[in-house]
């Protein structure tokens, strides 16, 4: 059996495998906390506002049955970063979304930011861009699932082509996660304004599964901070978020669905 066919079956076992209904679960991880408080800007606390949102987002998460829901911290105390992603990574989450919140030294910087990490070099990074609307995309635990127990996995081109899947997959998942995001953003004509970007965030770099971090609003831009210490506009931030959550859910389960007919 050549490399494409073992791909093929890795791949038609995997989705044969996928139950047809499951609860996606994800990581909040609410940045910094404790001594570390994040960016201050004279009432607005980078820890506090971004667990105030990350508290709405999992009331909103716990009453629908679709998702589970875990926080990397749920009072105000400090965590690591390494800690953070082996909570990540002992609880095989689904997906992980760290909240934050920017500060920069132009007052008008605004708007909220997504963030993904891309481990691909810069030449590969268009060609995937370009391409992975037609990627056939597996949640992480199917992977895991696959890459376990199953005799043929100790086979080494097996393990590399699980390898190279996860790694498609996770950042697939995490570009599409930040498109969803950004249409939610676009779709709300009062909403401030959104962008993606990539940077190699400790907690996005190092977690296996899909993930993005999310910069909800600068407390160097004066209206902004304002708002944010609003528990409207937190409110606000954590209802886009969970519509974009539940958006990406279902994108991921028509994707599955359509692969198996
Ligand atoms: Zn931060």
New binding site residues.
């Given amino acids: 059996m050549n490399l494409f066919s073992l791909k093929k079956l890795v791949l038609a076992s995997a989705l044969l495998w996928s139950a047809p209904t499951w609860a996606m679960h994800i990581m909040l991880d609410p ?2 906390g404790g001594v570390d408080t ?2 201050v800007h004279g009432a607005a606390r ?1 820890a506090d506002l971004v667990l105030k949102v990350a508290q709405r987002l999992k009331a909103l998460l716990e009453k629908d049955e679709q998702f589970k829901v875990t926080l990397t911290r749920a009072q105000d105390r400090n965590i690591s970063l390494p800690a953070r992603v082996k909570m990540a990574e002992d609880a095989k989450v689904d997906l992980f979304v760290s909240l ?2 920017n500060a920069a030294s132009d007052q008008r910087a605004k708007g909220v930011e997504f963030f993904f990490q891309n481990n691909l070099p810069p030449d590969e990074e268009s060609l995937f861009l370009a391409s992975q609307e037609n990627q056939m995309i597996l949640n992480s635990k199917e992977l895991h699932d696959i890459s376990g127990g199953d005799e043929l996995s100790k086979k080494g081109d097996i393990a590399a082509i699980i390898e190279d899947l996860h790694r498609q997959n996770r950042m697939a998942s995490s570009l599409r996660l930040t498109q969803t995001l950004t249409h939610v953003w676009n779709n709300d004509e009062n909403a401030s304004q959104a962008t993606i970007k990539q940077a190699p965030f400790y907690v996005i770099s190092k977690t296996s599964m899909p993930s993005v971090l999310i910069e909800i609003g600068f407390l160097t831009n004066p209206r902004e901070a304002k708002k944010l210490l609003t528990t409207d506009y937190q409110a606000d931030l954590a209802q886009k978020i969970y519509s974009a959550l539940l958006s990406y859910k279902e994108k991921m389960d028509n994707r599955t669905a359509k692969t198996l007919n």
Avoid: F, T
């Fill in positions: 940045g910094h994040g960016a980078e934050h919140a």
